[in-house]
């Protein structure tokens, strides 16, 4: 007999000696994988239990009572019963010459052949053989589904993030694997302990959404409490009402068999139970699904604890990536508290600015008022125009401080950055009677965003001047310089110095010694600023350095990376274009601006330059205008009086007018992402107070822009 025969069962349904003695040397070295049954019900038993992949019935012995279908002739009682005992088993018939002709025929609706009594020694082997063969590659096509099945809930593991998606597949593999008609997966809570824990359904299959959401099941409750309390699994091959453990069982199911097996992850704990059902007059559960659902539910078992603790793993990365959001919320606030602290102090000093500015725009407006002489009124222009320029760089210098957004790895001009830090230290420096002194060598930009370098320079200044608080012939003195590939910054006092002890603390947050760095009886400030100037410089891929002695001074030193080379020499921002750029012919532009002196100075500009310009203080304003005058360019304060927005009545331009060119103006710059996005999809920004140069340059700009992209390309003509 060839290797198909090996470890299967052939069943004999009959007691006759010759039979058995001939298939016995059918067999050949292999007998002893033949089973005899001693009766039609024993045959019968001996199906269900062994799952024979081939049995032989001898059709002189009456079909087993009840057999189960009601059938005249007793070889297709045999089939009929055979074929539910065995599903998967391949029928062999012998019969009795007279009997040949209906054996044939069952032949035609499923057995695999017929031999008559005594069959040839030749025949009886290559039937034997055909039919284990054809068993053989059936059982190995259903182990390869089940394998696949297996490695498919491996591969949801690995490759799904959801537990409950993974769990649900898990079912479904395993009732395409049986056959069966309904199913669950019971799980245990997160310890996965049975003893005084509750099984819940996790996945399910054919079973009403109110008995999944309703399900909880104690250990010992029902069969799949009964399976999680005692650790074995069950075979029904009847319903519940024919085991006598489960018969007090109420279903609401018409279950003609179930198999029950535990879930169990390493090393050996059960963690839930797997239930099956077929419904009743299907075909219903054999040992040999039993035995598959064992494996099966421990290879399961170990998928679902990795995907458990996958998910734990993704819960947790979560959480801290929640708590890193969180943590770099809290730095935020932390660094912009500083800075406000720093202004906080520097806010008497920018007071008095203003003050002397606003004194000289003032006194000399009213003496030329009041003589109305011609010097008196041009000194006047004049003094206004300075002063306005000074203030506006004052503001413009405190809000790119202050501002919470800034732009990382940027490359900055240092020398133009600490310019303007010590611009807004100048009245705090003089006042204290201190000499600045400042040592510029060229240097190339540093990549770090500029506010944030900006409140490292003014942490270190302030400390310094306070540091040579109440000292007569207090130096300051800031330096640069290239060393390497880095640009050294380096603020040097003639202050008290600081305490040999207090030296390692120094960059501890809220450590402070009597002032940020001494010189005062009173304590000021949290202590953040050199612990804030610590992290921008070392998240910058930079160093911050002090050097110090008690009575003789203090250098900190700031070593900052270069910035990556861009194309071009680097070269700081123009802010003013001191010759108009020429006006598309017959332009017209849009003012819509709250204040009237805004309105005002807008139209006497653009007008004095040749556009066509109409002014609006409303949002009703603006749509009756572009009635009259449609706008090649509208130029829009982005935030309008009565809570009207100037970005919505731009996108109102923009729909009526789609090749109307928009320029935002604004006095409020909050350096926010909203502002930012802002900037990038406007035509233009202006940021108030801006000068005649800067808007007839940003409106010709985009003008000249529009009319690039309705030219027709070079070469086109007209068709007649």
Not at 209 to 222: D, H, I, N, Q
Not at 621 to 638: F, H, N, Q, S
Request: charged share 25%; proline share 6%.
């Amino acid at each position: 007999m060839p290797a198909v025969a090996e470890r299967l069962l052939v069943l004999l349904a009959s007691g006759d000696p010759s039979l058995i003695a001939a298939i016995g040397d059918a067999l050949g070295p292999d007998r002893e994988s033949l089973v005899v049954a001693s009766s039609p019900e024993g045959a019968l038993a001996e199906a269900k239990e062994r799952d024979p992949p081939v049995v032989v019935a001898d059709l002189r012995w009456p079909a087993p009572r009840p057999s189960g279908v009601n059938l005249s002739e007793s070889a297709r009682d045999w089939l009929a019963a055979i074929s539910s005992a065995a599903p998967r088993a391949k029928l062999i018939l012998l019969a009795k010459p007279d009997g040949e002709k209906a054996a044939w025929e069952l032949v035609r609706r499923g057995a695999v052949d017929c031999l008559v009594i005594p069959p040839p020694q030749e025949r009886l082997a290559a039937s034997l053989h055909n039919a284990l063969a054809r068993s053989a590659l059936e059982r190995e096509g259903s182990a390869w589904r089940e394998i696949q099945a297996l490695l498919e809930v491996s591969h949801a593991v690995t490759s799904d993030e959801d537990l409950s998606r993974i769990l649900q597949k898990v079912m479904d593999s395993a009732m395409a694997v049986t056959g069966a008609d309904s199913g669950s997966l019971l799980l245990f809570g997160d310890q996965g302990e049975a003893t005084g824990d509750v099984l819940h359904i996790a996945a399910a299959r054919g079973i009403p959404t109110e008995v999944v959401a309703g399900t909880r099941l104690k250990p010992g409750e029902g069969i799949a409490g009964w399976v999680a309390q005692h650790g074995e699994p069950v075979l029904l091959r009847g319903g519940p009402e024919g085991d006598p453990r489960f018969r007090h069982l109420e279903t609401r199911q018409r279950i003609g068999s179930s198999v029950c097996v535990p879930v169990r992850a390493r090393p050996g704990r059960l963690i839930g139970v797997v239930c099956l059902n077929t419904e009743k007059g299907r075909r219903r559960f054999t040992r040999r699904d039993l035995d598959l659902m064992t494996i099966y539910a421990g290879s399961v078992g170990t998928l679902i604890e990795a995907a458990r603790a996958i998910e734990g793993h993704r819960s947790a990365g979560k959480r801290l990536e929640r708590s890193l959001k969180r943590l770099r919320a809290a730095e935020g606030q932390l660094v912009q508290s500083s800075k406000m602290a720093a202004l906080g102090l520097l806010a008497s000093g920018i007071a008095h600015e203003f003050n002397n500015l606003l004194t000289g725009i003032y006194g000399m407006a009213q003496l030329a008022e009041e003589t109305g002489k011609r010097e008196h009124v041009e000194k006047s222009l004049r003094v206004a125009v300075e002063n306005s320029r000074r203030a506006r760089d004052i503001v413009k210098n405190l809000l790119s401080f202050a501002r919470p957004y800034s732009k990382p790895g940027e490359a900055v001009d240092l020398a133009s950055a600490t310019d303007e830090v010590l611009e807004l230290i100048r009245r705090e420096v003089d006042s204290r009677g201190v000499k600045l002194v400042k040592n510029y060598r060229p240097a190339p930009p540093v990549a770090i965003a500029r506010g944030e370098v900006q409140q490292v320079i003014l942490n270190l200044v302030l400390n310094a001047v306070q540091a040579m608080e109440g000292r007569e012939g207090g130096l300051l003195a800031v330096g640069l310089r290239r060393r390497s590939e880095t640009v050294v910054l380096t603020v040097a006092d003639t202050g008290v110095g600081i305490p040999r002890a207090a030296l390692p603390r120094l960059f501890e947050p809220f450590f402070s010694t009597k002032s940020l760095l001494g010189g005062s009886s009173e304590p000021r400030g949290a202590g953040l600023g050199l612990s804030v100037s610590f992290g921008i410089v070392r998240a910058a891929g930079g160093r911050i350095r002090v050097k110090s002695r008690e009575g003789a001074g203090t250098v900190f030193t700031v070593r900052l990376p270069l910035a990556p080379p861009t194309p071009g020499p680097f070269k700081r921002p123009i802010t003013e274009r001191r010759v108009a750029p020429p006006v598309p012919a017959g332009a017209r532009v849009l003012v819509v601006d709250d204040e009237w002196w805004v309105r005002e100075f807008l139209r006497e500009c653009l007008a004095h330059a040749g556009y066509a310009v109409a002014i609006a203080g409303t949002g009703d304003e603006a749509r009756e205008a572009m009635r009259d005058l449609p706008p090649d360019a509208a130029l829009v304060d982005i935030v309008l009086a009565n809570g009207e927005s100037g970005t919505t009545l731009a996108d109102e331009i923009r729909k009526s007018h789609p090749n109307a060119r928009i320029l935002y103006m604004t006095g409020k710059l909050t350096g926010s992402e909203s502002e930012r996005r802002l900037r990038e999809e406007a035509d233009g920004f202006l940021a108030k107070p801006f000068s005649t140069a800067e808007v007839l340059g940003l409106l010709a700009a985009a003008l000249g822009e529009s009319e690039e992209e309705q030219a027709p390309p070079p070469g086109a003509r007209g068709h007649a």
